[in-house]
């Protein structure tokens, strides 16, 4: 390990922490965690990431560092879970050039926004943007394609000296269902899900998706032309991928039929594809020949991310700071198994906590699990450095942030999800490591707020975790084992380990704390 940690320069980090406040050092190291996730899910509000992206300067606007003019030129479309807000923030805004808009939203949201007082996400009443729900239970449906119809109409009509503003973020692909005619919405779902059944990979299910759809791959920025075309989007998708999130609609990705035919031939699907899609995918060319705009003439569209799981770890750094803790965030794609990234946080965990110097073997495991949880080793190291540098040099308090989406294998039929499964098996890792405040403690949480079938957006832990479940007669291997999550924490003391924000009106995936104490220095 002290090969690896050498590469790296000891940085002085004490006169960045400044003074801690005192209100906060009395806060219990649960308390801390919790705060941190609030101020991340705080930093990816549909409303705070408009606001935050749009600049108004007298008769123009400024996105991205670019400016465009508004001459009551402005349209506006949207799809998915946190559009409402966007778009309520956006008129606010530039509202006295909005021409008129279309977004498509789930079904009920503007119901369960009022129910919750989030009365400041909403539209006003004599609104210009035409609200449209659909997709109940996040799949496509009749309401959602009236809805996509609407866009496309909107977007059909503007001319070069219009705006077409896009709000998207996670869901966007179930409320913009468009089936090139004459494939039916239901044909193209079947399509999709038996080749999903086939093993066929993302990358595949997405080229028959775009190749199937008038609007996704860029066909609502071809639609949209010859207009100026700027798309905010609020990502839930590792790595912010703008060909992937909402299946990239104004990313132009062209899919030809050759492509699509040869992928399901490969899964042995071609024969049994019904007349509508046989026939849209013997068209030669890409499925906007048809369409009466040049297809060499189209703009490219201004896309740029403004709400992400790295602003919602930065932000939530920045809260960490406050509460007395040196932030570090390892990275914003975990993935993988759930069982391996537990491993990897037990590992961190231990290599921090260490009174003496950590055994060299934990360092080479931590180094051998990163690839397997979509985590550099660039940031593995980097992160150890600073935990060695906090255990070594008595830096205080750490804070480990990361992010992603990791993987649960469902093995029964218990109520909970991947957070919360996180955490109980951290728990289980720490197992052994003083309790807090002498010892870490770990939160694992949804931003959307709600993980999996439950009421909860995850669970907070630490190492004491086995024998407060051991005391009350709760077996957590038979819990892990029906991937009963939930029930196992509310059972556990009162669910005082869940964590339940409620409705958080966003979702850019999960976020990670690790909160590592202030190891006493040993002087010789």
């Given at each position: 390990?002290?090969?690896?940690?050498?590469?790296?320069?000891?940085?002085?980090?004490?006169?960045?922490?400044?003074?801690?406040?005192?209100?906060?050092?009395?806060?219990?190291?649960?308390?801390?965690?919790?705060?941190?996730?609030?101020?991340?899910?705080?930093?990816?509000?549909?409303?705070?990431?408009?606001?935050?992206?749009?600049?108004?300067?007298?008769?123009?606007?400024?996105?991205?560092?670019?400016?465009?003019?508004?001459?009551?030129?402005?349209?506006?479309?949207?799809?998915?879970?946190?559009?409402?807000?966007?778009?309520?923030?956006?008129?606010?805004?530039?509202?006295?050039?909005?021409?008129?808009?279309?977004?498509?939203?789930?079904?009920?949201?503007?119901?369960?926004?009022?129910?919750?007082?989030?009365?400041?996400?909403?539209?006003?009443?004599?609104?210009?943007?035409?609200?449209?729900?659909?997709?109940?239970?996040?799949?496509?449906?009749?309401?959602?394609?009236?809805?996509?119809?609407?866009?496309?109409?909107?977007?059909?009509?503007?001319?070069?000296?219009?705006?077409?503003?896009?709000?998207?973020?996670?869901?966007?692909?179930?409320?913009?269902?468009?089936?090139?005619?004459?494939?039916?919405?239901?044909?193209k779902l079947d399509v999709t899900r038996r080749l999903?059944?086939?093993?066929?990979?993302?990358?595949?299910?997405?080229?028959?998706?775009?190749?199937?759809?008038?609007?996704?791959?860029?066909?609502?920025?071809?639609?949209?032309?010859?207009?100026?075309?700027?798309?905010?989007?609020?990502?839930?998708?590792?790595?912010?991928?703008?060909?992937?999130?909402?299946?990239?609609?104004?990313?132009?990705?062209?899919?030809?039929?050759?492509?699509?035919?040869?992928?399901?031939?490969?899964?042995?699907?071609?024969?049994?594809?019904?007349?509508?899609?046989?026939?849209?995918?013997?068209?030669?060319?890409?499925?906007?020949?048809?369409?009466?705009?040049?297809?060499?003439?189209?703009?490219?569209?201004?896309?740029?991310?403004?709400?992400?799981?790295?602003?919602?770890?930065?932000?939530?750094?920045?809260?960490?700071?406050?509460?007395?803790?040196?932030?570090?965030?390892?990275?914003?794609?975990?993935?993988?198994?759930?069982?391996?990234?537990?491993?990897?946080?037990?590992?961190?965990?231990?290599?921090?906590?260490?009174?003496?110097?950590?055994?060299?073997?934990?360092?080479?495991?931590?180094?051998?699990?990163?690839?397997?949880?979509?985590?550099?080793?660039?940031?593995?190291?980097?992160?150890?450095?600073?935990?060695?540098?906090?255990?070594?040099?008595?830096?205080?308090?750490?804070?480990?942030?990361?992010?992603?989406?990791?993987?649960?294998?469902?093995?029964?039929?218990?109520?909970?999800?991947?957070?919360?499964?996180?955490?109980?098996?951290?728990?289980?890792?720490?197992?052994?490591?003083?309790?807090?405040?002498?010892?870490?403690?770990?939160?694992?949480?949804?931003?959307?707020?709600?993980?999996g079938p439950t009421e909860a957006a995850g669970a907070?832990?630490?190492?004491?975790?086995?024998?407060?479940?051991?005391?009350?007669?709760?077996?957590?291997?038979?819990?892990?084992?029906?991937?009963?999550?939930?029930?196992?924490?509310?059972?556990?003391?009162?669910?005082?380990?869940?964590?339940?924000?409620?409705?958080?009106?966003?979702?850019?995936?999960?976020?990670?704390?690790?909160?590592?104490?202030?190891?006493?220095?040993?002087?010789?």
């Amino acid at each position: 390990m002290a090969r690896i940690l050498s590469l790296f320069c000891h940085q002085p980090f004490l006169p960045l922490l400044g003074r801690r406040n005192p209100t906060f050092c009395k806060m219990s190291m649960d308390s801390r965690a919790r705060e941190t996730f609030r101020a991340a899910v705080e930093a990816v509000q549909p409303d705070t990431v408009v606001r935050q992206s749009i600049e108004r300067k007298d008769d123009s606007v400024i996105i991205d560092g670019r400016g465009f003019p508004l001459r009551h030129n402005l349209h506006l479309v949207g799809f998915g879970k946190a559009v409402l807000g966007m778009a309520a923030e956006v008129e606010r805004i530039l509202g006295d050039h909005l021409v008129k808009g279309v977004i498509s939203v789930p079904h009920g949201i503007q119901q369960t926004l009022r129910q919750h007082g989030k009365s400041h996400l909403l539209l006003k009443a004599d609104s210009r943007i035409k609200v449209m729900e659909g997709a109940k239970h996040n799949l496509p449906d009749d309401d959602s394609q009236k809805a996509a119809e609407g866009i496309k109409q909107l977007a059909g009509e503007l001319t070069e000296k219009d705006l077409l503003l896009v709000l998207i973020s996670g869901g966007g692909s179930a409320l913009l269902p468009a089936p090139i005619p004459p494939i039916s919405l239901q044909e193209k779902l079947d399509v999709t899900r038996r080749l999903a059944a086939a093993g066929a990979t993302i990358q595949e299910l997405n080229k028959v998706r775009r190749a199937l759809s008038l609007l996704k791959g860029g066909g609502l920025a071809h639609h949209a032309h010859p207009a100026q075309v700027i798309s905010l989007i609020l990502s839930d998708v590792i790595g912010d991928p703008l060909d992937l999130i909402a299946s990239g609609p104004t990313v132009t990705c062209e899919v030809w039929p050759e492509e699509v035919l040869s992928i399901l031939e490969r899964y042995k699907l071609l024969s049994s594809m019904p007349a509508s899609v046989q026939k849209v995918l013997a068209r030669q060319g890409p499925r906007w020949k048809e369409n009466n705009k040049d297809l060499d003439s189209s703009g490219e569209a201004l896309n740029a991310v403004i709400g992400s799981n790295t602003v919602a770890l930065t932000c939530a750094g920045r809260r960490a700071r406050e509460l007395g803790f040196r932030p570090v965030v390892l990275s914003p794609g975990v993935c993988g198994d759930v069982r391996l990234v537990s491993r990897l946080y037990g590992l961190l965990a231990r290599f921090a906590c260490s009174r003496e110097e950590p055994p060299p073997e934990i360092a080479a495991e931590v180094l051998r699990l990163g690839p397997e949880v979509g985590v550099e080793s660039w940031d593995l190291c980097r992160t150890m450095q600073v935990l060695d540098e906090g255990r070594t040099e008595g830096w205080g308090a750490t804070c480990v942030l990361a992010g992603g989406e990791p993987t649960v294998e469902l093995t029964g039929k218990g109520r909970g999800g991947r957070n919360q499964e996180l955490a109980l098996r951290v728990g289980l890792e720490l197992r052994g490591l003083e309790l807090p405040p002498q010892g870490p403690v770990f939160l694992s949480g949804g931003t959307d707020g709600q993980d999996g079938p439950t009421e909860a957006a995850g669970a907070v832990t630490d190492g004491g975790l086995y024998d407060e479940a051991q005391a009350q007669g709760l077996d957590i291997d038979s819990f892990l084992s029906n991937n009963d999550s939930y029930t196992f924490f509310s059972r556990l003391s009162s669910a005082e380990r869940l964590l339940v924000p409620g409705l958080t009106c966003t979702n850019v995936m999960d976020v990670h704390v690790l909160l590592i104490p202030a190891i006493p220095i040993k002087i010789s």
